[in-house]
């Protein structure tokens, strides 16, 4: 098939999900065609069927706004028609789903027929989509998207909560590709940030308020009272600074290293004993299960759809919101012996081959044929 994907090109969990999808479609042979305004961070690679058509909007003195929208449909319609798209699939509500309507409609006059599905990824719901200005747009492209999905049932449920959403919402879940087995670390990169006895806590986002990075420090701070570890950042965003200042007056610096937005996340989580999501919500939490395919417990909050995917007392433990103290008792239960830490590295390798991508791929692949 000839599938064109729409996708926000950034770190952020909904860009990597829909770039990593159209690159396992592509290697089944499917055309694969990523419409977008920049480089998705993951399409690095030379890679068969794979095509990238970038969304260029100029900067027009007279626009406060720049009407990427308007162009991104205008870049739909002429995907489609020149690469005779089989099937659109866009990657968040705003504003992807209804750049497709309007692409549809306008493909529709010329006698082309163009099926959309619609991803939801969860901060075009559990946020924005709150904002009461956004609730009717959002609610008529969903009920106008030939097939909707959700990451998680958390997601499902929510957008019925505050959307009028009429139509059948199939959760189809984040995938990855889990480890065979549990492998050792690599002893000399690992050794490059921590001591044999030290354990490695990592933590993977883009730094927005809505992970309450904070909360990852002061969790480290209290379990450094009781075991001697290092903290491993990974990402940037608009709390860094704050972090960095935190990190200062709690007396942590010399056992934190701000990695920066590292692509390929694989080597550190392989080095590293703990992962730790603080999130006030996750419609998912893509980066708890890269971790946990990486055979590294999670200690996370029980928010959104975090228990769909960090299984409690298995793959890792969930608490509270802002309960940093008990990520803290929990963090060392995994980490109080070589056995336990062990035993939760095995779990969370299990929980993770749930979401492997081959099952999930045909998920989608199954729904873009069922509107050929
Ligand atoms: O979490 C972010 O800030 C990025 C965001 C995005 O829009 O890319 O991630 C969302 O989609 C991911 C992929 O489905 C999910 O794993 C994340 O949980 C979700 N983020 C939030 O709900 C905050």
């Known amino acids: 098939m000839n599938i064109g994907i729409v996708l926000y ?5 909904s860009g990597v999900v829909a770039t990593e999808l159209g690159k396992a479609l592509a290697k089944k042979g499917h055309q694969v065609h990523f419409i977008t305004y920049a480089q998705p961070a993951r399409l690095d690679g030379f890679e068969k069927n794979v095509f990238y058509h970038e ?10 706004y720049p009407p990427y929208e308007t162009v991104l449909t205008s870049k739909i319609v002429d995907v ?4 005779k798209l089989d099937i659109l699939h866009v990657h968040y509500a705003i504003p992807h789903a209804s750049a497709a309507y309007m692409a549809k409609q306008i493909l ?11 991803t939801l990824h969860g901060t075009d719901i559990t946020l924005v989509g709150k904002d009461p200005s956004f609730e009717l747009v959002i609610s008529f ?15 499902k449920e929510t957008t019925y909560e505050h959307f009028k959403a009429e139509k059948e919402i199939i959760v189809v879940p984040n995938f990855i590709q889990p480890r065979k087995e549990l492998a050792p670390p690599n002893l000399n990169l690992r050794r490059r940030y921590a001591k044999d006895d030290q354990y490695v806590l990592c933590h993977i986002s883009n730094f927005r308020k809505v992970k309450r990075v904070e909360d990852v420090m002061k969790t480290f701070h209290l379990i450094s009272q009781k075991k001697d570890g290092v903290l491993l950042l990974i990402g940037d965003g608009p709390e860094r600074y704050k972090m960095e200042e935190l990190c200062r007056s709690l007396r942590l610096c010399d056992k934190v290293l701000f990695l920066g937005k590292i692509r390929n996340t694989q080597p550190v989580l392989e080095i590293s004993d703990l992962f730790l ?19 590294v417990p999670v200690v996370s909050t029980n928010t959104g759809g975090l228990p769909e995917v960090n299984h409690h007392g298995v793959s890792g433990f969930l608490s509270h919101v802002g309960d940093i103290e008990d990520m803290a008792s929990n963090s060392l239960k995994i980490l109080e012996s070589k056995d336990k830490h062990l035993s939760f590295r095995k779990g969370a390798l299990k929980t993770a ?3 492997e991508a081959t099952k999930i791929i045909s998920i989608y692949e199954n729904l873009y044929h069922s509107l050929k």
């Open 9 to 13: 090109p950034t770190f952020g969990g």
């Open 55 to 64: 969304v260029v909007v100029s900067d027009y003195p007279l626009f406060d």
């Open 80 to 83: 489609a028609e020149h690469e």
């Open 108 to 118: 529709k006059k010329k006698g082309i027929s163009l099926p959309f599905i619609t």
């Open 141 to 155: 492209c969903i009920n106008q998207s030939d097939i909707v999905t959700s990451v998680s049932k958390y997601l």
């Open 277 to 295: 999501l603080t999130s006030e919500i996750e419609s998912f939490g893509l980066a708890a299960l890269e971790a946990m395919a990486a055979g």
């Open 353 to 355: 081959e749930k979401f």
